[in-house]
């Protein structure tokens, strides 16, 4: 199996700003197209998302 090469980058902002926009729109439609890459059906809807992030990672869900 190759190695993977992975580049991780932190802001620190106390609230999403300036730098976490530009990198979201920089790196939002190329996530998108890989997110979306075996289809849309594939994907849980926002109702099932929302009731396994409840079960597993209730401290997001507000």
Known sequence: ???VSL???AFDEPQPG???RARFA???PAYRGWYLRDGD???PSYREARVMLQRHMPELVG
């Open 7 to 9: 580049t991780f980058r």
């Open 1 to 3: 199996m190759p190695a």
């Open 26 to 28: 920089e790196l939002w």
């Open 41 to 43: 059906a594939a994907r």
């Open 18 to 20: 300036a730098r976490w």
